[in-house]
C-alpha cells in the first residue's frame, strides 16, 4: 500500500469521516485507519441529533438564533459545578460554526427534520437526520471513495511518529503487519472516547466506577492514550455522562436503523419527512425514545424498587451513582424495575412518564409494554411477572414483603431508604428491565486551540497533531443532545479545511 499521505486520520466515525471529506475537497491525500472491522463509531450508533443555531431551517420557520445565545443556552444543560469547569471561547467557537456544517451536509444530500425544542434551549435547535445517524457514516464514505481518499479498516494505529520536532506519521497493524505511515501534513486523532475503558475510568474517575459499561463497547480510549504518550494535555477526564440507568438496547436495528441511508429512496424518503402527519413523526421519535433514553430518577421516587435476575433488593434505588455502582456488581450488570399497581397507573399519564425527550415526545408504561415487549411485562400478580421475566418469583415475593415492612414501620430498610410511605400491592404488575449502568458519553479529551491542533503540558502546540471529536473535547462540556454530533462533525470539517488549506498555501508558494 501506499506510505505516505497528506494527512492521515485515526477513527472512522463521525468526526474522522468529516474530516476525510473536507480534507479530500481540498485537494488532500487522505488514509482513514479504522480499528474495528467497519466504520460508524460511536455516531453511527447514535439517533443523530444535530444541534445548531442560525441555521436555513430555522429561519425557514421565522426562528431567529445566534451562537451567543446558544452558547448561554448551553451552559444550563449540566450542573453548576460540571459547568464550572467549560472552555466557554471554545465551544462559543464551536456554536459559531454549526450551521456551516449543517448546509454541508445538506449539499451532500443529507436531510433533516426540524428545528425541533429542547429546554432550556430557548428556540428550537435540534436538527434530527433522516432516517438516523448512519446516514452521516453512508453519505461519508460514498463521498471520501468517490474522491478517491483511502479507508483501510480492521487497522489499530499502534503508536504515533515523530522526528523529535513534529509528528510525522504513525504506526499501524495492517493485516497482521507493523506498518509506518508517514503523514505529511498531520496525524488528526478521532478515536471517540474512552467509555469503555475500564482502567481509564479507574485512573482519572475512581475504582469505584471500573466495572460500569459504556454505551458504545468499542469506546477505549485509543485516541487519548496516542496523545497523552505524546505529552499532549488531557482536560476533564473525570467528568463522563452517566453512570445512569438505561434500558438495553433491542435486539437486532429498530426499524429507523433498516431505513436506506442513501441512494434515491432515502432522499425521496427526506422530502417526504416535512409533509408526513405529526401523529407519524411522534410516533417515530417515540420508538426512537424508547430505544435510546433513560428510565426517570422519580420513578424511585413514588416508590418503585430494584431487583436483580434474583429477585432481589440489592441497593438504595434513590441513591446514584451508587445504585448504578451496585447495578454493575449483579449478576449479568442487570437490574429489574418493579411497578405495582399504583405506580403503574401513576405512569400512564402526564405528568408521569417512564422516560422523554422533552417537549418532543413522552413514554409511558402501555408504550413500553406495546414498542419494548423484550424489556417490559406485566400481569396480575406477582408470580406471574416473575416467571415471564425469568426471576425467582419465590425471592420477588419475599423481597416485596420486606419492603413493605419497612414502609409500614414495621423496621427500618435494609438498604437507607426514607419516606415511602405506600405498600406495594396491587392486581397489576409491570416489570421494566433488563436495565444496565451505563457511561453515554465521557467529556475529557485533549487540550486544543481553535486550529484543532493539540496542546502540550504548557499549552503549546505539538506539530503535526490534531484532536477533534471525543478525543479533542478541549475541555467543553457539551451536555444535551446533539452537541456531541455537532461538535465531532463539525470539527473534523474545520480540521479537513485548515489541513487542506494549509496544504494549497504551501504548493502556492513552492511553485
Same mark, same amino acid.
Given at each position: ?32 485507519? %479504522?480499528?474495528?472491522?467497519? @466504520? ?17 431551517? #430555522? ?11 446558544? =452558547? ?16 466557554? =471561547? ?60 483511502? !479507508? ?14 513534529? !509528528? ?39 475504582? +469505584? ?16 492514550? $496516542?496523545? %497523552? +504518550? ?25 426499524? %429507523? ?6 441512494? $434515491? ?12 402527519? #405529526? ?15 433513560? *428510565? ?31 447495578? /454493575? ?28 425527550? *422533552? ?23 406477582? =408470580? ?13 415475593? =419475599? ?32 416489570? $421494566? ?28 502546540? !505539538? *506539530? ?18 446533539? @452537541?456531541?454530533?455537532?461538535?465531532? !462533525? ?15 498555501? /504551501? ?5
Amino acid at each position: 500500500m501506499i506510505t505516505t499521505y497528506d494527512v492521515i486520520i485515526v477513527g472512522g466515525g463521525g468526526s474522522g469521516l468529516a474530516a476525510a471529506v473536507r480534507a479530500l475537497e481540498q485537494g488532500a491525500r487522505v488514509l482513514v485507519l %479504522e480499528k474495528q472491522s467497519q @466504520l460508524g463509531g460511536t455516531t453511527g450508533m447514535a439517533i443523530g441529533s444535530f444541534t445548531a443555531n442560525g441555521t436555513s431551517l #430555522q429561519s425557514a420557520v421565522g426562528v431567529n438564533d445566534n451562537a451567543d445565545d446558544h =452558547e448561554e443556552d448551553a451552559g444550563k444543560f449540566a450542573a453548576v459545578e460540571v459547568e464550572a469547569h467549560n472552555n466557554s =471561547e471554545l465551544r462559543r467557537f464551536f456554536l459559531g460554526e454549526t450551521a456551516e456544517t449543517l448546509e454541508w451536509l445538506r449539499g451532500m444530500g443529507l436531510s433533516f427534520h426540524g428545528p425541533n425544542p429542547e429546554p432550556p434551549n430557548r428556540v428550537p435547535r435540534m436538527h434530527n437526520i433522516v432516517p438516523n445517524a448512519k446516514a452521516y457514516i453512508a453519505a461519508f464514505q460514498a463521498r471520501i471513495i468517490r474522491l478517491k481518499g483511502t !479507508i483501510v479498516c480492521s487497522a489499530p494505529v499502534l503508536e504515533l511518529v515523530s522526528d523529535g520536532t513534529r !509528528i510525522t506519521g504513525v504506526v499501524a497493524e495492517i493485516e497482521g503487519t507493523r506498518t509506518s505511515i508517514t503523514a505529511k501534513r498531520g496525524v488528526v486523532l478521532a478515536a471517540g472516547d474512552y467509555s469503555s475503558a475500564p482502567e481509564m475510568i479507574g485512573r482519572f474517575k475512581g475504582d +469505584r466506577f471500573k466495572t460500569i459499561e459504556g454505551v458504545n463497547p468499542k469506546a477505549c480510549g485509543d485516541g487519548h492514550l $496516542l496523545a %497523552e +504518550r505524546a505529552g499532549a494535555q488531557l482536560l476533564n477526564m473525570d467528568i463522563t455522562y452517566g453512570p445512569e440507568l438505561r434500558f438495553v438496547p433491542p435486539p437486532g436495528d429498530p426499524f %429507523e436503523q433498516l431505513l436506506p441511508t442513501r441512494g $434515491l429512496f432515502a432522499k425521496l424518503l427526506g422530502r417526504l419527512v416535512p409533509l408526513l402527519p #405529526q401523529a407519524i413523526i411522534n410516533w417515530r421519535i417515540k420508538r426512537l425514545l424508547l430505544t435510546w433514553q433513560h *428510565p426517570e430518577n422519580s420513578l424511585f421516587d413514588d416508590g418503585a424498587i430494584l431487583v436483580n435476575a434474583e429477585g432481589q433488593r440489592f441497593c438504595n434505588e434513590t441513591d446514584s451513582p451508587a445504585r448504578e455502582i451496585a447495578i /454493575s456488581e449483579q449478576p449479568g450488570k442487570a437490574a429489574y424495575i418493579l411497578l405495582d399497581e399504583r405506580i403503574a397507573a401513576f405512569y400512564s399519564q402526564w405528568p408521569y412518564f417512564i422516560s422523554t425527550a *422533552p417537549k418532543i415526545a413522552y413514554a409511558y408504561v402501555d408504550d413500553y409494554l406495546r414498542l419494548r415487549p423484550d424489556v417490559s411485562v406485566a400481569g396480575d400478580s406477582l =408470580e406471574t411477572v416473575a416467571e415471564q421475566r425469568g426471576i425467582n418469583a419465590v425471592n420477588l415475593k =419475599e423481597t416485596v414483603q420486606q419492603f413493605n415492612q419497612y414502609v409500614t414501620g414495621a423496621e427500618p430498610d435494609a438498604f437507607g431508604r426514607t419516606d415511602d410511605e405506600c405498600p406495594l400491592t396491587g392486581k397489576r404488575w409491570v416489570i $421494566l428491565g433488563p436495565a444496565k449502568a451505563y457511561f453515554t458519553t465521557t467529556e475529557g479529551g485533549v487540550a486544543i486551540n481553535a486550529r484543532l491542533q493539540a496542546l502540550d503540558e504548557r499549552g503549546q502546540p !505539538i *506539530p503535526g497533531l490534531y484532536a477533534i471529536g471525543s478525543n479533542g473535547m478541549g475541555g467543553q462540556i457539551l451536555w444535551g443532545h446533539g @452537541l456531541h454530533i455537532a461538535w465531532a !462533525i463539525t470539527s473534523g470539517r474545520l480540521v479537513g479545511e485548515l489541513l487542506g488549506r494549509d496544504l494549497n498555501q /504551501s504548493t502556492t508558494r513552492s511553485v
